[in-house]
């Protein structure tokens, strides 16, 4: 599960910002391998070759690449954070001249306290991402000698955090150890690129973490490979359905439920299981290219069966209180399993971190289809820092790197596997846009360039489906349950739903029922 507290009584602290988070066009980036360190453990003989096989796939310098002498465990003490990570990166740091820092006052930092605290920050900065790889720990437990003031809400006096999240602040010192920090960059009004301004405040620090190291290279290679194009496939979002506001659940529901409009927008197949309970192991979801769901502690749903396949480049995200307690397990919790089942990135929390303080998946969708790195989603999605959220995955992977039809043109110029899907999404973009004779003629120059291509032929029945062209729609379906046969249990399991879902729409009810039961016969489990 994951809890609540009463946000409303926090003061925040916003550090300057200004209006609209709507999905903008790809932005002008700075290089932000250029401003990129990263960080191995010495103690872990597969972390420093980790740490240069990511180097050279992102072009990193080598003297941008350093080992730390720290435990292998994930979980630390307080003191052994201090003393092996924070102390020996700010010696680093202060010896190459990266940041010099002079006093300044920042307002109510601490959320839930309203105060004014003097520290010591960043007037330059030129590393703006930290990836730390595999073997530097991932987590520091809480300290019972670090004392809260009685003011702030025992909820929030936690000293417990990720090591990632600890180390975002590194650019300020004098922060206290307990609570959360108000982050300057969370994109309560505007979505923007990461700059220098927001990097005298915090680095963003992501790490490169999985159940085995071949998981951490896959994920390299995944992401880069991904950028040739863009990430392509299905959406899937799993909601529990809650419309009362005051709930105090909702919230997440309405993350989920607000990342999946923005993903029909953009062109996706879309799907939301809106069921209270998690969706089911036999749902047919495949083709994944960005799932987000919530509400079950260990990996489960359709992704218990191994032929729910994960698209290259993949993101997904499960919201539980501890879904990245352990990444290194391939079972238990989430990030672990989700990352060995195929997602090239993902995020979660280490300890209890309540809902409002884990990443809003609204905003964080809206970055990435905005052309924005994972790094940069990731720190703008999440309200608070020095708290329990990690990121996981390659900080500098845009899974949409450039304008759509900029990847579209490189898709066909280089007869992209990708090619297919990417037509099928211009074709709902022209369906969004309300331009049925468009879309029609789009469609057929679809079946056509890509005959018998099964993709395209469910795709281009979903286009007509949801238009409402229910003729056109049926035909198609019955297309592609031929040319499926009995190859893809998992996608004539789908094509069966939709076939019977489209004739009870159309109040065909005799229809309908014929196709449920077949759909019984042939999956009596499902």
Known sequence: MIRWIPVLLLAVAHWGHTADTSPLTPPDQPDLAAHTLVVFNRADPDSQPLAEFYAK????????????????????TRIEFETKIRKPLEELFTSRGWM?????????????????????QAQENPIW???????????????????????????????????DSELALLPISGLPLYGLIANPYFADKRIRPFSQFFANYLIMVCRLDAPSPAMVRRMIQDAVETEKTELTGRAFFDIRSIDKKEDPYWLGDNWIDRSALLFQARGFDVEIDRRPEVASKFAPWDQIA???????????????????????GAIAYHIHSFSA????SETKNWVGP????????????????????????????????????????????????????????DPLYRPFPRNFFENLDAAQTSNSPDLPWLSLRKARLLANAGSLSET?????????????????????????RDLNEKKDAAHLYDEALDLVGDKEPRDRLRLLMKYAELARRDDKTKTAMDFYEKTVKEFPEA
Not at 362 to 391: D, H, P
Not at 445 to 461: C, M, T, Y
């Open 325 to 328: 307690e352990t990444v290194r």
């Open 129 to 163: 991402i930290m990836v730390l790889i595999r073997g530097v720990p991932l987590k520091i437990s809480d300290d019972p000698t670090i004392l809260a003031p009685d003011n702030l809400m025992p909820q929030l006096r936690a000293n417990a955090a990720a090591v």
């Open 338 to 393: 989700l990352l060995a089942h195929g997602a090239t990135a993902t995020m979660g929390a280490v300890y209890e971190p309540y809902l409002r303080f884990t990443p809003d998946v609204s905003l964080f969708v809206s970055s990435l289809l905005s052309g924005l790195s994972f790094a940069e989603s990731a720190y703008q999605s999440q309200l608070a820092l020095s708290w329990m959220v990690t990121f996981v995955g």
């Open 57 to 76: 796939a992102r072009s990193i310098p080598s003297d941008r690449v350093i080992g730390l002498d720290c435990p292998v465990n994930e979980e630390i």
């Open 290 to 312: 960005f799932y987000a769901g919530w509400y079950t502690g260990d990996f489960r749903g359709p992704f218990e069966n191994t032929s729910a396949r994960f698209r290259r």
């Open 100 to 120: 010099k820092r002079a006093e300044n006052f920042l307002s109510n930092p601490v959320l839930g306290i309203e105060s004014s605290i003097p520290v010591q």
């Open 440 to 464: 029609r003629t789009a469609v057929n120059k679809l079946l056509e360039d890509f005959p018998k291509n099964v993709i395209v032929v469910e795709g281009s029945a979903d286009i007509f």
